[in-house]
T-cell receptor
Framework: TQLLEQSPQFLSIQEGENLTVYCNSSSVFSSLQWYRQEPGEGPVLLVTVVTGGEVKKLKRLTFQFGDARKDSSLHITAAQPGDTGLYLC???????????FGKGTKLTVNP | DTAVSQTPKYLVTQMGNDKSIKCEQNLGHDTMYWYKQDSKKFLKIMFSYNNKELIINETVPNRFSPKSPDKAHLNLHINSLELGDSAVYFC??????????FGSGTQLSVL
């Protein structure tokens, strides 16, 4: 059973469009992280959210942590080709040392 | 000035061989990890060391043995390689339970 479900699995859009990626679970997390991974490289952290209902903005990227701390979303406004990559959410359960990753959303932004 | 460096970048070997992957971090972190990313991009933790002490040991075959000679190094030795071991292996480091910094990965191909 996958602890963190990400959707969609694949997303191909045109430059300038908006998109939202979802990360859902039936489990509660003490914190949730979003990473972006480019081909041939390791994941790079974008943001960490820790408080239920928290919203964080990183330029055109908006991250939201659900009120119950079971889900999160990533919204990108006016996507650019440079946003292309694999977006991974990862959750840390309370009392656990283990960061669990979702299966990722592969985003392609076409010029 | 690389933060987390792992070698080699590519490793092609025959079934049954023994191989090692090395990892070093210069961030002063106290925790290091090995993750395996399969062909579907699913990133799964294998091991975690905190101050040279093993704290996470997932269900990984005994053929995989991590070794941490000091806080800055975590190596992975694999005995009797099998076809199913083919994947990208990522080393990562962090201050305990904080954001992960990943290396650029070792692509292992077992023929």
């Amino acid at each position: 059973t996958q602890l963190l479900e990400q959707s969609p699995q694949f997303l191909s859009i045109q430059e300038g469009e908006n998109l939202t990626v979802y990360c859902n679970s039936s489990s509660v997390f003490s914190s949730l992280q979003w990473y972006r991974q480019e081909p041939g490289e390791g994941p790079v952290l974008l943001v960490t959210v820790v408080t239920g209902g928290e919203v964080k903005k990183l330029k055109r990227l908006t991250f939201q942590f659900g009120d119950a701390r079971k889900d999160s979303s990533l919204h990108i406004t006016a996507a650019q080709p440079g946003d292309t990559g694999l977006y991974l959410c990862a959750g840390l359960q309370g009392g656990s040392e283990k960061l669990v990753f979702g299966k990722g959303t592969k985003l392609t932004v076409n010029p | 000035d690389t933060a987390v460096s792992q070698t080699p970048k590519y490793l092609v070997t025959q079934m049954g061989n023994d191989k090692s992957i090395k990892c070093e971090q210069n961030l002063g972190h106290d925790t290091m990890y090995w993750y395996k990313q399969d062909s579907k991009k699913f990133l799964k933790i294998m091991f975690s060391y905190n101050n040279k002490e093993l704290i996470i040991n997932e269900t990984v075959p005994n053929r995989f043995s991590p070794k941490s000679p000091d806080k800055a190094h975590l190596n992975l030795h694999i005995n009797s390689l099998e076809l199913g071991d083919s994947a990208v292996y990522f080393c990562a480091s962090s201050l305990r339970n904080e954001k992960l910094f990943f290396g650029s990965g070792t692509q292992l191909s077992v023929l």
